[in-house]
């Protein structure tokens, strides 16, 4: 669920693709090549099933909203506040990246898949998979400059 919802779906839509993805994985599970690592097959699924997603919310002219906050009171308020706050840049960052840069950062950073099987995963040569990943990262730091700056 966590790939999923860093790959740019709404929360909202999470559970529903998520199910998809296994649904797909059921299906296809005969067609799995143990040549390869299992987690890079996995993400070619999910990469598929939320690229179909984002296309035919394109075509319903679908857009994504905020999740609703629901007001509970956490032990560490402050500390639930500035990781809920984190989260937010962090899927802003991701929403406003390229789906190449995205996929390569979600999976090495986020999943912590080493790069080989990154590269297998989005179909890139390994050196590919490092350049995309500098440029995702100073993506996220501009993106986070941005924001230290508008406080």
């Known amino acids: 669920m966590r790939v999923v ?20 994985l059921h299906r296809r599970i005969a067609d799995y090549d143990a040549a390869h690592a299992m987690r890079s097959w996995l993400f070619g699924i999910v990469r598929r099933v939320v690229a179909d997603y984002r296309r035919l919310a394109r075509v319903r002219h679908e857009g994504r909203s ?62 590919t ?3 995309r990943l500098h440029a995702a990262r100073d993506a996220l730091t501009r993106h986070v400059q941005r924001h230290a700056r508008r406080r």
């Open 129 to 131: 998979g490092y350049s």
């Open 66 to 127: 905020e999740a609703v906050v629901t007001l509970t009171t956490p032990p560490d308020q402050t500390a639930a506040l500035e990781r809920r706050d984190a989260r937010r840049i962090l899927d802003a960052a991701l929403d406003a990246m390229p789906d190449e840069q995205r996929e390569v950062f979600v999976l090495y950073e986020l999943e912590g898949m080493p790069m080989r099987e990154v590269a297998d995963a989005v179909g890139c040569p390994l050196q």
């Open 5 to 24: 919802r860093r790959m740019g779906v709404p929360e909202s839509e999470v559970e529903d693709l998520t199910q998809e993805v296994f649904v797909v």
